[in-house]
């Protein structure tokens, strides 16, 4: 099961920091993703780290804002967002597959509910 947590409203240039809690099974084996969806359109990649956290892979438009880190101690994986702007407003979703990063959604075993993130202008 996977948890997210950390959505809100912020204005843009602000920061939010996402959280994605992990339970039932090794957490630690699992390569994690970011994935977010707006409105209307198709759910894209984010931000992927692998099961050891030493390889991380992010959308172009997010590189040097956004940063994904994970405690596989804590079962956590969270995704630390700045600099945002009102293009980046969308659902939110962590994701967990084995092996590597994926940036394709239907390569994705678990998926959590969601958080909304709304950057106003």
């Known amino acids: 099961q996977l948890v997210e947590s950390g959505g809100g409203l912020v204005q843009a240039g602000g920061s939010l920091r996402l959280s994605c809690a992990a339970s039932?099974?090794?957490?630690?084996?699992?390569?994690m993703g970011w994935f977010r969806q707006a409105p209307g359109k198709e759910r894209d990649f984010v931000a992927g780290?692998?099961?050891?956290?030493?390889?991380?892979q992010y959308t172009d438009s997010v590189k040097g804002r956004f940063t994904v880190a994970r405690d596989n101690a804590k079962n956590t994986v969270w995704l630390q967002m700045n600099s945002l702007n009102p293009e980046d407003t969308a659902v939110y979703y962590c994701?967990?597959?084995?092996?590597?990063?994926?940036?394709?959604?239907?390569?994705?075993?678990?998926w959590g509910q969601g958080t909304q993130v709304i950057v106003s202008a």
């Open positions: 994701a967990a597959r084995h092996l590597s990063v994926a940036v394709t959604p239907s390569d994705y075993d678990y």
């Open positions: 039932g099974r090794t957490f630690s084996l699992y390569a």
């Open positions: 780290i692998t099961w050891s956290g030493g390889y991380t």
